[in-house]
Antibody, heavy 120, light 112 residues
Framework: QEQVVESGGGVVQPGRSLRLSCAVS????????MHWVRQAPGKGLEWVAA????????YYVDSVKGRFTISRDNSKNTVYLQMNSLRAEDTAVYYC?????????????WGKGTTVTVSS | DIVMTQTPLSSHVSLGQPASISCRSS???????????LTWLHQRPGQPPRLLIY???IRFPGVPDRFSAFGAETDFTLKISRVEAEDAGVYYC?????????FGQGTRLEIK
């Protein structure tokens, strides 16, 4: 069964850091680009970051550029989101999703999400 | 960034009746490869989103055929031919032609 499982969320003070992990199973991570999408409480979806299947390209939404870093370790079947200098507005459920890439560009397998709360 | 605008933001539809959601992009979604990358997702409360449609009109495997979608240039539509109780939730359009990928605000569908 193809699935992704996010972990690493929690409560953190503004300005601190957190690293989210996205562990995949049931498929070969090195064949897919991967994305992070977040959803603030009661709000809509916001795309956050993407990493190409081979790690060669990375993209970010402007609001996290310079603070968040997406990475992947295909040997560990895991994608990461390093979040530094966290702000209250980063509070959200963070979802990880799989993207078959070129000629597809969609997210077909989503995790259940991990919750990040930034609060003093 | 491409802005995606959905209408309506809320809809109440009776069981068995059709439903329609519109989505407009602030600019063309044509990719350098000639495709237009517009997806539709459905999210039930407390659950992650689920992919329904990709590349404007292609139904993802396992999605019931009561869901259809079409569009061109900057205007796109998702239709449900006869709503069922399980169709309740929030529907999002999303452009994946250009980074940053962007979502519409979401349309809440309630079944009467």
């Amino acid at each position: 069964q193809e699935q992704v499982v996010e972990s690493g969320g929690g409560v953190v003070q503004p300005g601190r850091s957190l690293r989210l992990s996205c562990a995949v199973s049931g498929f070969s991570l090195n064949s897919y680009s991967m994305h992070w999408v977040r959803q603030a409480p009661g709000k809509g979806l916001e795309w956050v970051a993407a990493v190409w299947y081979d790690g060669s390209k990375k993209y970010y939404v402007d609001s996290v550029k310079g603070r968040f870093t997406i990475s992947r370790d295909n040997s560990k079947n895991t994608v990461y989101l390093q979040m530094n200098s966290l702000r209250a507005e980063d509070t959200a459920v963070y979802y990880c999703g799989r993207d078959p890439g070129e000629a597809y560009y969609y997210m077909d397998v989503w995790g259940k999400g991990t919750t990040v709360t930034v609060s003093s | 960034d491409i802005v995606m605008t959905q209408t309506p933001l809320s809809s109440h539809v009776s069981l068995g009746q059709p439903a329609s959601i519109s989505c407009r992009s602030s600019q063309s979604l044509i990719h350098s490869d000639g495709n237009r990358y517009l997806t539709w997702l459905h999210q039930r409360p407390g659950q992650p989103p689920r992919l329904l449609i990709y590349k404007i009109s292609i139904r993802f495997p396992g999605v019931p055929d009561r869901f259809s979608a079409f569009g061109a240039e900057t205007d796109f539509t998702l239709k449900i031919s006869r709503v069922e109780a399980e169709d309740a939730g929030v529907y999002y359009c999303m452009q994946t032609t250009q980074f940053p990928w962007t979502f519409g605000q979401g349309t809440r569908l309630e079944i009467k």
